[in-house]
């Protein structure tokens, strides 16, 4: 049964620093690997998704690594805003297709003015 | 990108009472749905997958009779949470799958937070 772990629960930065939000998973059979977005009483964005075939992803300030041998994600947030405040989560489907999506707990991100 | 619409954002009920909550694609079609809740500091979890026209397929130990689900168009997915509880209180969002030529995506509505006295 897939596990999604993500370290730490919550983080809290001043404004400007770069950080790294990680995500480890218990089975390496995955199709691809998502991060998303999750406002307080919203819904998600999704921000990145890497395929199983790929290292790593980049939008913006945002950079997303994965690496499956390991069962390991790791998404680097550079030049932290406040804006970024939000909770982030790693999900990972089973290899095959994007159902039944595994979701870590999130991480919780502070960026203080 | 595709838009999902999901209504309400909140509701507050009484024991014994039914909910539903609708769940639109606005600007696509989704033949396939699939709704989340998440109980406080826990992760998102897959209830259940809905297919238009055809019933829903219900994760283990998710009650079918409880969480009623209708997909009958390919626009519209609604979840009734029937004699709902206290511990049913939660947090639930919906997703439409959306197939490209060359990969899928999910798209998430805007969740809705159920409070249940």
């Known amino acids: 049964k897939q596990e999604v772990t993500q370290i730490p629960a919550a983080l809290s930065v001043p404004e400007g620093e770069n950080l790294v939000l990680n995500c480890s998973f218990t089975d390496s059979a995955i199709y691809n690997l998502q991060w998303f977005r999750q406002d307080p009483g919203k819904g998600l964005t999704s921000l990145l998704l890497?395929?199983?075939?790929?290292r790593e992803q980049t939008s913006g300030r945002l950079n997303a690594s994965l690496d499956k041998s390991s069962g390991r994600s790791t998404l680097y947030i550079a030049a932290s805003q406040p804006g970024d405040s939000a909770t982030y989560l790693c999900?990972?489907?089973?290899?095959?297709?994007?159902?039944?999506?595994?979701f870590g707990k999130g991480t919780k991100l502070t960026v203080n003015p | 990108g595709a838009v999902v619409s999901q209504h309400p954002s909140w509701v507050i009920c009484k024991s014994g009472t039914s909910v539903k909550i609708e769940c639109r694609s606005l600007d696509f079609q989704a033949t396939t749905m699939f709704w989340y809740r998440q109980f406080p500091k826990q992760s998102l979890m897959l209830m259940a997958t809905?297919?238009?026209?055809?019933?829903?397929?219900?994760e283990q130990g998710v009650e079918k009779d409880k969480f009623l689900i209708n997909h009958a168009s390919l626009t519209l997915s609604t979840l009734t949470v029937t004699s709902a509880h206290p511990e049913d209180s939660s947090f639930y969002i919906c997703s439409a799958r959306v197939i490209g030529r060359t990969n899928e995506k999910l798209f998430f509505g805007s969740g809705t937070q159920l409070s249940v006295l």
């Open positions: 809905s297919n238009e026209g055809s019933k829903a397929t219900y």
């Open positions: 999900a990972v489907p089973p290899q095959g297709g994007s159902e039944k999506l595994v």
């Open positions: 890497i395929q199983s075939s790929q």
